[in-house]
């Protein structure tokens, strides 16, 4: 199975009453469909240019960036040369997806910085943590402190951090679960968990019931559907096990503004697929 393992408020009562009941945040009426380009990582480094416009051209109106080396920038492109690719094609990047590997070993900010230079020059809200490496997961005290670290420096350059899950972050160790702790040592003012949806579900868990428990903790979601004879596979969003009328209903109350779709892997054409999700995403949970 492919995995990103190689990628790394308002105001006056309006805001007193959404701390109170985060519900109503509701994206309604706002909400659009966006796309991790994660999902064609292996189309965008040969034509990049060619997959940004096959993206707006499936109906997206967003994209979460991901692979951004100071070095390449995205694929090729500087960071405010692909803002202005992106805005070409009508697009919007809320978040992005940076390697974090030095924070996590050394606690250098070094690819922070990188990210953050980024992030600004598209115009991003959100610095997200993609992925942490198998060797770095031992001591939970520690990734919190990190992610709180790295929470405050992106909050000094105006931005706030993201955290994308996968699996491993709901398996118990030593009775403490990964994913409890960092809602429990981070705030709501400097971090975002990004729930990626297939990923709780596959780890046996309700994303109805981390929405219920942690109201306004989540402000982006990855959507990717379950396949039906192999849950280790995805498949196009409405196609699979996964009830995302159900879920996207509850996340819309909870205050999630951003609808994400990725997939890892496909059966089919990965542009006829990201259209057929774009277009069920949108009408179906999001109209």
């Known amino acids: 199975m492919t995995t ?13 009453g959404a701390l109170i009941a985060p519900e109503f945040l509701s994206a309604k009426g706002k909400a659009v469909a966006g796309l991790q380009l ?9 034509d990049v240019k060619g997959v940004i416009a096959k993206v707006a051209a499936a109906g997206y109106k967003e994209v979460e ?15 405010p040369e692909f803002s202005k690719l992106l805005k070409s094609h009508g697009l919007t990047s809320p978040s992005g997806h940076y390697g974090v590997n030095a924070l996590f070993e050394n606690g250098s900010l070094s690819e922070i910085d990188d990210a953050i230079e980024a992030a600004k020059a598209l115009g991003q809200t959100y610095v997200v943590v993609p992925y942490i490496d198998q ?11 990190k992610v709180n670290l790295a929470a405050q420096h992106v909050k000094k350059a105006g931005l706030k951090l993201g955290y994308h899950n996968h699996d491993f972050e709901f398996k118990e160790d030593g009775g403490k679960m990964l994913y409890t702790a960092l ?3 981070t705030t709501a003012a400097s971090v975002t968990l990004e729930m990626d949806l297939y990923w709780v579900v596959r780890a046996g868990q309700d994303p109805i019931e981390w ?7 989540f402000r982006l979601v990855h959507v990717k559907d379950m ?16 009830d995302y009328k159900k879920i996207i209903a509850k996340a819309r109350k909870s205050g999630v503004d951003h609808f994400i779709v990725e997939q890892e892997n496909f059966k089919i054409d ?7 999700s774009a277009r069920y995403l949108k009408t179906k949970l999001l109209a």
């Open 270 to 276: 990965p542009y006829v697929s990201i259209a057929q």
């Open 183 to 185: 809602l429990k040592g």
């Open 211 to 217: 929405m219920t428990k942690y109201p306004g903790r």
């Open 4 to 16: 990103r393992r190689g990628f790394l408020a308002q105001a006056g009562l309006m805001t007193a």
């Open 135 to 145: 060797k770095f997961r031992g001591d939970l005290d520690n990734i919190v402190q």
């Open 227 to 242: 396949d039906k004879a192999d849950r280790t596979l995805n498949t196009e969003v409405g196609s699979g096990s996964i």
């Open 65 to 79: 960036t991901f692979g951004y080396s100071k070095e390449n920038g995205f694929w090729g492109l500087s960071a």
């Open 38 to 46: 994660y999902t064609l990582r292996e189309q965008l480094p040969k």
